[in-house]
Structures are given as C-alpha cells and as structure tokens.
C-alpha cells in the first residue's frame, strides 16, 4: 500500500531537469554496476589488501565481516553472565577465578572461559596479578552499565525466545501466523479478540515493558514539554510506567491510561500503589473496537503503531483524528528505521523481531508523517532529540 496521500505528492520536473536527472540516475547505476563487477574479483580483493590506500578500508570490512559471521556469540555470552548473576557478584569488588567458581558452583576451567570472553567484549574486566595478588575479575564498562539497567537486563533474558525463532531465520522468513514462540508471548499481535485475552496471555510482556520503559520516558520527556497540556491519554499504555514517569514531573496533568482489559487491571493497580489513583483513570478496552476516551488534549501511542501492520495503523490514526479536538497533539514514540547516529543494528533488529511477532513493521519518520497526514492530520513533525536511541517521537496537530 502506497502511504504517501495524493495531494501531497510532488509536481512533475520540468522536462530539462529530467533529463539531467536520468542522465544522472544512469551514470550512478552504471558505476556501480562496475564497482559490483570489480568486487567480485578475487584478485581485486587481494590487491586492494595489497595497496597501502585501500588496505585500511578493506581491513575494515573483513573485520565486519567476521564480527556478522560471528556475532551471536555476543549475545549469548551476555545471556550466560546475565543468568548466572554475574554482574551482582561483582558489585561489591573484584574476585578471583577459584572465589567465582565456587559461589557459581561452575568448574573453573569451564568459567575461565567465559570469563575469557567477557573480557574481551568489556563486559568484565582482568585485574592483575598485582605483587602477591592473583589475577582477579572486576566489572566491565558495559558489565557495570547492564547491572544498573533493569530494563537491559530484561530483554537479554527475553532475546532466549527471540533467538529461538531465528534459530532457522529462513524458516521463519517462510512460517506466517502465530506458530512461533514470539508471536505466542506477544498475544495480540496475532489475537481476533484481543480484548479476550487474560492475565496469563498478557503478563509476560507487560512485565517486560515496564521494566525497558523506563529508559524511553526519559527520552520522550526531554523531547517535548508537557507542562503545556492538562490531560494525558496514553493508549496502549501498559501496566503505566510511562504515565507514572510523566505524573512525577507534572504534578497537575491528569492521566487515562487505555490498555486491553487484563494489561488495564495492572496498570490500575500500579496507580493505585504509587497513590495516583485520584488523578488517573484506566479504561479497559480496544483502541480499535472501542471508543477513544474523551477529554484529553494530549494524546500518545508510545512503542504501539510498530506493531500493526499498516492498514491497522491508519484505521487508528482516522478514528483518532476524528476524535480529537482542534487543539489537542498526538505524540508517536517509537523505534523508527534509518535514524543516523543510532545504532546500526536497530534496523536488522526490528525488521527481524517484528516478523517473529508476526505483525507491525518499524517505520522511517518520513512514512509515520505521511500516514498522519494521509490520515488527515493538517501537521505532522519529527521532534529534536538529544540521542535518539530507544525511540524517535513525532508531534501531529488534527
Ligand atoms: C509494545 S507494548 C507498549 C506498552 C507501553 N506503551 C510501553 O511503551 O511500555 C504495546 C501495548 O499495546 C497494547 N495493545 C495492543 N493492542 C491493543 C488494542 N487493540 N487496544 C488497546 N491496547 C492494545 C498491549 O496490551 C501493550 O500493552
């Protein structure tokens, strides 16, 4: 389905620039065609091994290479750290091979290497030998920054069942529907009555997504001002760590929270605890089946349209804006494809991990805008973000 609307797409070049335009197009395509030519060539690889210019570059991409070939082994080291509590160990100072191999009950010679290979990716780090001391292993710049992310920690356990379904990743390229182990933990990705699904379907990844949201409030709360709004509705909103995040900064917002019945329960619950209950109200429902609730002049769908597919985004995206007052917003945050300075690894992650689920896609800014509009949204703009690095957030104005 084409998103870009009609109305918005550009007039025709006139004829001259075309032509220069196509010429253009040609040249390029030509070039790379012989560039795609010479590459394929042994003895140009080993040439360009060779020549003192191009020996930095092709040392570079044959490092790449191997780290692609190899670089489930990064995961699962971490995997292994993560679920022997490695890093706990070490948070009161650094211990010795013999000290760690037996509070793991692990032999030392199996330890060893794992120790070996957490060095090597910073996780850990060697201490010594000092003068009388043996060498001993203390946190990692990394090791140290997993330790004190809840939410990082939670989906390196949770990647066991990601990397589950990519065992045979061409299998599952070929598998469609819910037979697969990420689309059963994310039950209404693939649900006909989501609304139906119980506290056991849902508390998984509600559990999941309150301990990583943390990390994206803090983003999404430096992007945009929302002491300018009196009523925060955030759809999709989980067991409402966000709202909760945005309540401690905003002591006047009051807050609706719309999640399906179970994941709505939770939340009501959580507000109920950190004693937000007389400012919040959480509606139990479909934000597609079911009416939007009314009044709020902010509106977010945080870590939601990525995982619809487009047809289901842009009947949310109508229902919404005809819903919405004139002078209410929209925020969108969410991981968004082709983000510069991000990590590189989003793109290969997201495309991957959305078709495990078995629905949604992640987006370029550039689509998510078009799709508003199309959605009759009259604005529609990338917000400015200091490091872009969970989600990017979109501001639209009906
Ligand atoms: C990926 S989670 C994001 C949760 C939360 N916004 C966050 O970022 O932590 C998507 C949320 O959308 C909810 N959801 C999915 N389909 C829904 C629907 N049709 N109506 C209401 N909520 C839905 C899920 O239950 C889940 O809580």
């Known amino acids: 389905m084409s998103v870009v609307p009609e109305h918005v797409k550009p007039l025709p070049d006139p004829p001259v620039l075309n032509t ?4 253009l197009a040609a040249l390029k395509a030509r070039f790379l065609q012989w560039r795609d030519g010479l590459l394929l060539q042994r003895r140009f690889q080993q040439w360009a091994l060779a020549f003192p210019l191009t ?9 790449r290479l191997f780290d692609l070939c190899a670089g489930f082994i990064y995961s699962q080291v971490l995997l292994a750290a993560v679920r022997l509590d490695l890093f706990e160990m070490l948070s009161d100072g650094p211990l010795s091979l013999a000290e760690l191999s037996k509070r793991l009950r692990l032999g030392s010679d199996a330890l060893e290497r794992l120790l070996q290979a957490a060095v090597a990716l910073d996780l850990l780090e060697r201490r010594g030998p000092h003068a009388g001391l043996q060498t001993r292993y203390g946190l990692g710049m990394l090791g140290a920054s997993v330790l004190t992310s809840p939410g990082v920690k939670a989906m390196i356990q949770h990647h066991a069942l990601f990397y589950h379904d990519m065992a045979d990743p061409v299998a599952l390229l070929k598998r469609r529907g819910s037979d697969r182990a990420m689309a059963s933990y994310w039950a ?3 649900s ?11 508390g998984e990844y509600s559990a999941l997504m309150a301990a990583s949201q943390p ?5 999404i709360l ?4 929302f002491a300018q709004h009196q009523h925060l509705l955030d759809l999709g909103g989980g067991e409402g760590v966000f709202l909760a995040q945005v309540a401690a900064r905003h002591p006047r917002l009051q807050l609706t929270l719309m999640d399906l019945p179970a994941v709505a329960k939770r939340a009501a619950l959580r507000f109920e605890q950190l004693g937000l209950s ?7 429902g479909s934000f597609l089946s079911d009416p939007i609730p009314k009044g709020a002049d902010l509106i977010s ?4 349209a990525h995982d619809h597919d487009d047809e289901f985004v842009m009947r949310l995206l109508r229902k919404l804006h005809q819903s919405m007052s004139a002078g209410a917003r929209l925020l969108i945050a969410e991981p968004m494809v082709q983000t510069k300075g991000a990590m590189p690894v989003a793109d290969a992650y997201f495309a991957m991990y959305l078709w495990a689920m078995g629905s949604g896609r992640a987006r370029r800014p550039e689509e998510l805008i078009s799709m508003l509009k199309l959605a009759g949204f009259r604005k529609a703009r990338l917000l400015r973000q200091a490091m872009p690095l969970q989600v990017r957030v979109i501001l639209a104005e009906p």
Do not use: F, I, K, W
Request: glycine letters at 2%; aromatic letters at 6%; hydrophobic letters at 45%.
């Open 20 to 23: 220069q335009l196509g010429l």
């Open 55 to 63: 020996r930095p570059l092709a040392r570079r991409y044959a490092v």
């Open 188 to 190: 209404y990705a693939t």
């Open 192 to 202: 006909e009555n989501p609304s139906e699904l119980h506290d056991v379907a849902v």
């Open 215 to 219: 990390m994206v409030a803090e983003e």
């Open 222 to 225: 430096s992007s945009y001002n």
């Open 278 to 284: 007389a400012r919040s109200q959480c509606v139990a």
């Open 301 to 304: 769908l945080v870590r939601v």
